[in-house]
Nanobody, 124 residues
């Protein structure tokens, strides 16, 4: 069992930055691939970013590439999502997810464990 707790959400103006964190507890964190997803009102949950457990390879959705950065600290069992140049369309609840395989990494169905989410609101 893996427990995930997100933090760092909030209200920010367009063009600003936020850093989301996800603290994991339970099973060996370093053996889990981690992902960030988001869900806006009335929309399906969508992939944002992913990082592998071993070599730290990252993947991003096209609309966040170059603006968002995912990273992990296995010693602290934490994964971060640095979000820069935020846009109003980034407004959503952001969820952290974990899975030992996470394949395909951009499908929410590939992740077994989920956090409760943190709200990100970007004003124009």
């Amino acid at each position: 069992q893996v427990q995930l707790v997100e933090s760092g959400g909030g209200l920010v103006q367009a063009g600003g930055s936020l850093r989301l964190s996800c603290a994991a507890s339970g099973r060996t964190f370093s053996r889990y691939a981690m992902g960030w997803f988001r869900q806006a009102p009335g929309k399906e949950r969508e992939f944002v970013a992913h990082i592998t457990w071993g070599d730290g390879i990252t993947n991003y959705a096209d609309d966040v590439k170059g603006r968002f950065t995912i990273s992990r600290d296995n010693a602290k069992s934490t994964v971060h999502l640095q979000m820069n140049r935020l846009k109003p369309e980034d407004t959503a609840i952001y969820y952290c997810a974990a899975d030992q395989s996470a394949s395909p990494y951009d499908s929410h169905r590939a992740y077994k464990y989920w956090g409760q989410g943190t709200q990100v609101t970007v004003s124009s």
